[in-house]
């Protein structure tokens, strides 16, 4: 099975480094250019399944990328990390009253915790297996897809600061040897060309 990770275009909060999860925003000028620069560089006539949070920012990257409703399946699996309390605000606000505080390894109040994010995501994966598709395309968020990866490859959440991913974004999870192994990583339509 490989999984095709797109993290969705840019919007206002992305840009600003604002953590964004139930907050339903569009997608800004140059998320809408992003979103668009993927149609045709999606190989969708190879994937079984199309799945996408079901937040605005997500579907619209994929309306843009060429991918239509009726073949759009959508779940809450996907969806960013909730933040609780931290909504809307930069790590840098956040760090003002918690010093230390990173989403990967600190307490989100009246947000989820690593864990039920990775319970959530090993769900999508167990879902995945179990229905036994070969290609998958999946359009969520920036946390929330390096969490998924995180929890494929089996790595400690502490490391997700490791693994930037940009908006507009490409990767792609698999098997390699027997092994889940992350097989491209954070690809934009410039690397695209090269």
Request: charged share 25%.
């Amino acid at each position: 099975m490989e999984i095709h990770l797109v993290r969705h275009g840019e919007t206002e909060w992305s840009a600003n480094g604002r953590h964004t999860s139930i907050t339903d925003l569009d997608l800004t000028e140059r998320g809408v250019a992003q979103a668009r620069a993927l149609h045709g560089r999606l190989d969708l006539a190879k994937m079984d399944l199309v799945l996408s949070s079901p937040r605005l920012r997500a579907r619209r990257t994929a309306d843009l990328a060429g991918i239509g409703e009726d073949r759009l399946e959508f779940t809450e699996e996907l969806a960013e990390w909730s933040y609780g309390q931290y909504e809307g605000l930069t790590s840098d606000q956040i760090r003002q009253s918690d010093p230390d505080w990173t989403i990967w390894t600190g307490h989100t109040p009246g947000g989820e915790t690593a864990e039920q994010v990775t319970n959530r995501l090993q769900s999508l994966i167990d879902r995945l297996r179990q229905r036994e598709v070969e290609q998958v395309l999946c359009f969520a968020h920036g946390h929330s897809l390096r969490a998924l990866t995180l929890t494929w490859l089996g790595l400690d959440f502490a490391v997700g600061e490791q693994f930037p991913l940009d908006t507009g974004s490409v990767s792609v999870l698999g098997d390699h040897k027997d092994q889940q192994s992350l097989l491209s990583w954070n690809v934009g339509v410039a690397d695209a060309d090269r």
